[in-house]
T-cell receptor, first 111, second 117 residues
């Protein structure tokens, strides 16, 4: 069975600084994908970034990058130059035979 | 391009009443997902459709929950009868999943917030 672990229930970061949100996963699938979603207080689930298990380079999308370490089964999200609008819940998720979400990390950006 | 559409956005019912949620996926997306999200938790998959076929409904409480996706486009999720513990946000997502390809990016609708009194 697939499982996602996010060990940081809450994180604080100062505006304009970088922050790393941790994600580890467990799967027996050889082919899988790792995703990060953002959920603001308004409730919508916003897709941020994707990393395929066979991708050799870390994914980047604007201020978001995914630090993929396959041997460690980790897929941490790095947000550079944090903005106040980045305050939200962040979910790591994995797709393969099934699709599973982690419990989330609440990020608060301080002015 | 229109996103995933869900209705209603909010629903308040008394326990033991039936309730239904509707979802229209992004045009061209063959895979549709229903999730339940309890407060402060990550979404939990209830059912996944590939076209008209329910390919993963292992987490769907089949004694009271049912779903259908006629014609492989929009879908309805029903609860009958509702219980207090069903209060949650019900999210619909869609993706274009290619046969034999391991994974895909899901795009979510705004959700339906259900309150059972």
């Amino acid at each position: 069975a697939q499982k996602i672990t996010q060990t940081q229930p809450g994180m604080f970061v100062q505006e304009k600084e970088a922050v790393t949100l941790d994600c580890t996963y467990d799967t027996s699938d050889q082919s899988y994908g790792l995703f990060w979603y953002k959920q603001p207080s308004s409730g919508e689930m916003i897709f941020l970034i994707y990393q395929g298990s066979y991708d050799e380079q870390n994914a980047t999308e604007g201020r978001y990058s995914l630090n993929f370490q396959k041997a460690r089964k980790s897929a941490n999200l790095v947000i550079s130059a944090s903005q106040l609008g980045d305050s939200a819940m962040y979910f790591c998720a994995m797709g393969g035979q099934n699709f599973v979400f982690g419990p989330g990390t609440r990020l608060s950006v301080l002015p | 391009e229109a996103g995933v559409v869900q209705s209603p956005r909010y629903k308040i019912i008394e326990k033991k009443q039936p309730v239904a949620f509707w979802c229209n996926p992004i045009s061209g997306h063959n895979t549709l997902y229903w999730y339940r999200q309890n407060l402060g938790q990550g979404p939990e998959l209830l059912i996944r459709y590939e076209n008209e076929e329910a390919v993963d409904d292992s987490q769907l409480p089949k004694d009271r929950f049912s779903a259908e996706r006629l014609k492989g486009v929009d879908s309805t999720l029903k609860i009958q009868p509702a219980e207090l513990g069903d209060s949650a946000v019900y999210l619909c997502a869609s993706s274009h999943r290619l046969a034999g390809v391991g994974t895909d990016t899901q795009y979510f609708g705004p959700g339906t917030r259900l309150t059972v009194l």
